[in-house]
């Protein structure tokens, strides 16, 4: 069983360059979510979808996009990478937004030197 | 800022001990949930108690929901070495449609 599946699992990047954080869920679910980790701030929301075809802001959305590209994928990029978006990202998706259980994904840990 | 808040940010028990932590929200919710995080892997949901429950359990968890305090509590029975993790509430609010997390709760069962 796959559920959600993150890639890649580590990146470093360099300061300005870009790249896009890849996730998709086999288990139907309608909404999809992006948040980062940092030490001692627990999760922050970066951008959801509560369905296919929509995108929301969450509470920390600056510095990224997404892209809902069907049902099952949720894409997160950084179109110029800064250190402040050193963090662990993580994918998360769920049947209904907020009313059922989130399932999430491993995880891809960033750094931007 | 950040909707739940744990309490305490760590907790260190014996095995066979009892843990509770407790999560405290600001505006009013439609449910709650509460994660657990192991070291380096994604989270794992535990339990979602709505805003018109009281108590809930599973297995050895037990949840409750105070909406006049705007508080819940995870009690973890008979604790485990295996129980060893990060536990994070999470509050939904349909209006605004989002599930935000609390810093979390870093729990350690000695052996």
């Known amino acids: 069983n796959a559920g959600v599946t993150q890639t890649p699992k580590f990146q470093v990047l360099k300061t300005g360059q870009s790249m896009t954080l890849q996730c998709a869920q086999d288990?139907?679910?309608?909404?999809m979510y992006w948040y980062r980790q940092d030490p001692g701030m627990g999760l922050r929301l970066i951008y959801y979808?509560?369905?296919?075809?929509?995108?929301d802001k969450g509470e920390v959305p600056n510095g990224y996009n997404v892209s809902r590209l069907n049902k099952r994928e949720f894409s997160l990029r950084l179109e110029s990478a800064a250190p402040s978006q050193t963090s662990v990202y993580f994918c998360?998706?769920?049947?209904?937004?907020?009313?059922?259980?989130?399932?999430f994904g491993q995880g891809t840990r960033l750094t931007v030197v | 800022s950040q909707q739940g808040e744990e309490d305490p940010q760590a907790l260190s028990i014996q095995e066979g001990e009892n843990a509770t932590m407790n999560c405290s929200y600001k505006?009013?919710?439609?449910?709650l949930q509460w994660y657990r995080q192991n070291s380096g892997r994604g989270l794992v949901h535990l339990i979602l108690?709505?805003?018109?429950?009281r108590e809930k359990h599973s297995g050895r968890l037990r949840v409750t929901l105070d909406t006049s305090k705007k508080s819940s509590s995870l009690l973890i029975t008979a604790s485990r070495a295996a129980d060893t993790a990060s536990y994070f509430c999470a509050c939904y609010k349909a209006a605004g449609n989002k599930l935000t997390f609390g810093g979390g709760t870093r729990v350690l069962v000695k052996p």
């Open positions: 998360a998706s769920s049947a209904q937004t907020g009313n059922t259980e989130a399932f």
């Open positions: 979808s509560a369905s296919e075809g929509t995108t």
């Open positions: 505006t009013s919710i439609n449910n």
């Open positions: 108690i709505r805003s018109n429950e």
């Open positions: 288990m139907n679910h309608n909404s």
